[in-house]
């Protein structure tokens, strides 16, 4: 019996491929790869999660009378133009369903569908996750939807008999849909790879339960006659593990989000340790090796920079990850207020570096091969044709013919005659531009370029805070900049014409490879080259004229301006502003508040951009606080900044000053202050740690106690904090630790300094009930771990991490962040605990 019964497993299975190799659809071979069925080539495919048709995104759609339609047609064109090739969404059942899980022909259905066949237009493949689980209210409350989720909830849909009955109806019916804008089925779509049953189940009980559930829910799938691979989540409930390894999966689903989620405040540092390896417990289990796997969701979320994602996605290729899709992009219409994830913030418009790093991170996904191992941080920085820098807030792909980059770069490529595609912001060896929109310049024939420009992007607040619809966070502002573009296949005088809609730049000429260009598309066209492109002309998966960009939503002058917290007294201040405006400043200035009631002038020079800056000399740098505010003179007006009053407008003896703190050389510098900086610590949640007065001049000091006895680490970092005192840091020989243990027995605490190349030094203090200064040579600090924090999804990721090479030393110019451990005890009735004041340096 046991061999007929592998047989006719060996029958079915042999079948499947057949089935598959005869149409496109993937399957998974002996060795858990996806393969198309028609070349048997590996599939790879990287996009977004988009949620446009249900849910919050459809009700702000409605409120703000904005076409679904039309939004999507909006956010897919830049998905092409970001390189993106797939498309991931859990479905929200709970909208599209009724109790007993029949399917529901409604609007959101209609939008999905819809959304498909778009994506299909620019070649862009989807994984669909018919189960989501969720409610439709984030960031609001639940509406009362019709489907069985919000009958039973996720845990009952998961144990309860007539749930998990509705479920499987529900996916019957759901496969056999047919798209109406396609006239195909799900089930029978080439463009649908696979299929993940539901998103995120969080299982208990038995494997055997875990492992009946599924293979209930792939009967009533393999009975529509679908012969996609089909998916289940494994990264979740990993102690039932082995009931998914037994279930009739071919493959399982993984999610990352190495920087924990819902900080509330952009997190600083250097965060390349956090992605440095996706490392799988069970990575060696041999019926997980025959199981492909995909990444359905993955952010560094409340990470503000660039150069993040084609770090995470060398680490999927190296963990077996054929798929993934970033979770999750903002739509264009009401990204201004990235209300719908505000811990997540991504749209090429407003997050235009970001949007570039997911472009690179794509191409990672498409040229790195598959279990490519590079070594460990840091030799992994620079990987094929690709690099990343924390430094240079930078990541890059460099290839005989695509020069691709999220920033400034001084990175030459090869033979910049051979390029046929550029997509960067900023400057580089083949385009300087002044802006900070991205742009794309693609090769069409030989002596003709299309080149895409979009609109600049200012973030005028930290996007991840308390958001809302009425709350502006980023600008959009359509203003002429010069635009330096070095191809030799163009020359140096070439023609430019513009293509879209609406474009009114006619009279445009290039002088010495230069233009003042605004945003929109052209055509480059060297001198003397005649094109057979016009507007209308299709290239690969777009139209030459396309361009989508909101309008300019800049509405007043900004002065983006974080004051320095302390400077040093006797040295100079060099001060950094950004004016935000709608065309260049008539003048700008800091005046500096004396002691004496007067005021000194300085002259902000322009640097480039929105950018300007000033030397103020330490002679002006009168008293213990400095006050000052900047003028911007436009139109003739002078308007006086923090308060955006106009200059001559009487604000009284309160009025509001940007101000700096003057210290001696000798005085501490303080890395860290609990009175000040406590919302910035990245740490574990804890429901008893809070911020008491010390009743001492207004101090504070921050209470943890831990509630197990593990170790319990917390990270600040302190480089704008200490910006202005960098010099002083050379001079300093001890780091100490003010404060005290918490109930009344003494606490081990281990503080380590983070430098902006990861290394990590450190050294164990032990700290009494009593309040004091403890302290440590700085000669006397060790190489230590790097603690992962904000503690990722999944759990099942490392806590403690090795980042520092055996020859590094520590450098006192290198350090940026402050790691502060408790270490565990022995014993486990009680857990011991500190109050931290602040931490400097001596």
Not at 137 to 160: I, V
Not at 558 to 566: A, F, N
Request: contains cysteine; glycine residues 6%.
């Amino acid at each position: 019996m046991k061999l007929a019964g592998a047989f006719l497993f060996f029958l079915l299975f042999a079948g499947q491929m057949a089935f598959a190799q005869q149409t496109n659809d993937v399957y998974v071979d002996k060795d858990g790869v996806m393969r198309w069925g028609a070349t048997k080539e590996e599939v790879h495919g990287f996009g977004v999660n988009y949620t446009v048709p249900f849910a919050y995104a459809y009700r702000v759609a409605k409120q703000l009378n904005v076409s679904p339609e039309k939004a999507i047609d909006d956010d897919i064109y830049h998905f092409s133009r970001l390189g993106f090739d797939l498309y991931r969404v859990h479905v929200w059942d709970t909208e599209i369903s009724d109790t007993l899980g029949n399917l529901l022909e409604n609007e959101h259905l209609k939008l999905l569908d819809y959304a498909l066949k778009k994506m299909k237009e620019r070649g862009i493949k989807f994984v669909l996750t018919p189960i989501a689980y969720w409610g439709n209210g984030w960031p609001e409350k639940d509406e009362k939807t019709p489907g069985f989720s919000r009958k039973y909830g996720k845990a009952a849909c998961l144990t309860n008999p007539d749930a998990i009955k509705a479920q499987q109806n529900y996916l019957y019916q759901f496969l056999n849909h047919v798209n109406p804008y396609t006239g195909v089925a799900y089930k029978n779509e080439p463009d649908l790879i696979a299929f993940e049953i539901s998103n995120e189940p969080q299982h208990g009980g038995k494997t055997s339960e875990v492992t009946a559930f599924i293979n209930g829910m792939v009967t009533s799938m393999r009975r529509t006659g679908c012969k996609k691979p089909v998916f289940y989540n494994i990264s979740h409930s990993i102690h039932l593990a082995q009931g998914y390894f037994d279930a009739d999966i071919q493959g399982g689903t993984f999610q990352w989000y190495p920087t924990g989620l819902q900080s509330k405040h952009e997190i600083m540092g250097n965060l390349l340790p956090n992605v440095d390896d996706y490392k799988i417990p069970f990575a060696a289990n041999p019926r997980f090796k025959k199981m492909a796997k995909i990444v359905y969701e993955f952010d560094a979320a409340d990470v503000g920079r660039s150069y993040i994602y084609p770090a995470m996605a060398r680490s999927f290729r190296t963990a077996g990850m054929q798929l993934a899709t970033h979770f999750a992009y903002d739509p264009t219409f009401f990204a201004y207020a990235n209300t719908e994830y505000d811990t997540h913030y991504m749209n090429l418009i407003y997050t235009p570096q970001k949007a570039l790093s997911l472009k690179i991170a794509s191409e990672v996904f498409h040229n790195v091969p598959l279990y490519k191992d590079f070594g460990k941080f840091p030799a992994d920085t620079s990987f094929g044709d690709f690099r990343v820098s924390y430094s240079e807030d930078l990541a890059e792909m460099v290839t005989k013919e695509k020069f691709i980059y999220t920033n400034n770069t001084a990175t030459i490529p090869p033979n910049a005659g051979s390029l046929e595609h550029i997509s960067g912001s900023g400057n580089s060896a083949v385009v300087k531009y002044e802006g900070t929109g991205a742009y794309f310049l693609d090769k069409l024939e030989s002596g003709v370029w299309r080149l895409e420009v979009l609109p600049d992007a200012i973030w005028v607040e930290d996007p991840f805070g308390f958001n809302s619809l009425d709350k502006t966070l980023a600008v959009i502002n359509w203003r002429q900049w010069p635009m330096s573009v070095q191809l030799p296949d163009l020359g140096n005088d070439f023609e430019i014409k513009p293509l879209n809609a609406g474009n009114s730049n006619t009279s445009l000429k290039s002088l010495k490879n230069t233009v003042d260009i605004s945003p929109g598309t052209y055509t480059l066209v060297k001198k003397g080259v005649s094109s057979k492109f016009n507007a209308d002309s299709k290239w690969k998966n777009i139209t030459l004229n396309e361009f989508v960009a909101p309008a300019t939503t800049l509405k007043k002058t900004y002065v983006l301006h974080k004051p320095i917290q302390e400077v040093s007294a006797g040295h100079h201040v060099d001060m950094k502003v950004q004016i935000v405006s709608l065309k260049q400043p008539e003048g700008a200035e800091v005046r500096i508040l004396r002691k004496d009631g007067k005021s000194e002038h300085f002259k902000l020079l322009h640097e480039q951009g929105y950018h300007y800056s000033v030397k103020i000399p330490a002679t002006a740098l009168d008293g213990d606080v400095v006050k000052y505010y900047v003028i911007i003179r436009e139109s003739g007006v002078e308007k006086r900044f923090p308060s955006g009053q106009e200059a001559n407008a009487l604000e009284g003896d309160n009025a509001a000053t940007f101000q700096m703190r003057v210290l001696p050389k000798s005085a501490p510098v303080t890395l860290f202050n609990a009175a000040t900086d406590h919302e910035q610590l990245l740490r574990p949640y804890l429901k008893t740690s809070r911020l008491a007065s010390t009743g001492e001049n207004g101090a504070s000091e921050l209470n943890i106690s831990p509630e197990k006895p593990e170790d319990y680490a917390m990270r600040y970092n302190f480089k704008a904090k200490i910006a202005g005192r960098n010099g002083d840091v050379l001079n300093k020989k001890k780091l100490t630790f003010h404060g005290h243990a918490l109930n009344q027995k003494s606490c081990a605490v281990q503080l380590a300094l983070i430098g902006k190349d990861g290394s990590v030094f450190g050294a164990t203090l032990n700290i009494e009930p009593k309040n004091g200064a403890y302290a440590v040579l700085l000669n006397d600090l060790k190489t230590v771990d790097f603690k992962s924090l904000p503690r990722p999804y999944p759990g099942f990721l490392p806590y403690a991490l090795l980042t520092t090479p055996e020859s590094s030393k520590f450098n006192l110019n290198n350090i940026e962040t402050l790691q502060i451990s408790i270490l565990p005890t022995k014993e486990t009735k009680s857990t011991a605990g500190i109050a931290i004041g602040s931490v400097t340096l001596d």
